[in-house]
């Protein structure tokens, strides 16, 4: 079930988490416009980590690779985001 904390509230902010750090971030996602606007922000969030992998949780629970669909459909779909180390991804073709 999820709750308020995972999920993009009305403000649109959505919930960062990545690999290896326990505490989430916020982002909000209607300050960009494009993936690559979003990449350059979770790596200044993360104290410039630039090889890694985003995956998305979108509205009906599925994990998604960031870039998958449209920027307007990601915008209205994503409910979380996931930020993978590179060498953790194995089989994952999406680096960001």
């Known amino acids: 079930m999820a709750t308020n904390w995972d999920t993009q509230d009305e403000q649109g902010f959505v919930k960062v988490n990545k690999d290896g ?4 971030r916020k982002v909000d996602m209607r300050a960009h416009s494009s993936y690559e606007n979003l990449a ?4 200044e969030m ?3 980590v630039t090889e890694f992998v985003l995956t ?4 009906e629970g599925d994990w998604m690779l960031v870039g998958d669909v449209p920027w307007r459909m990601f915008v209205t779909s994503v409910k979380r985001l996931r930020i993978m180390e ?3 991804a194995n089989g ?3 680096i960001i």
């Open 86 to 88: 590179t060498s953790e």
């Open 92 to 94: 994952l073709d999406c």
């Open 40 to 43: 350059q922000t979770l790596e």
């Open 46 to 48: 993360f104290f410039g």
């Open 56 to 59: 998305y949780e979108d509205k």
């Open 21 to 24: 750090v326990g505490i989430g």
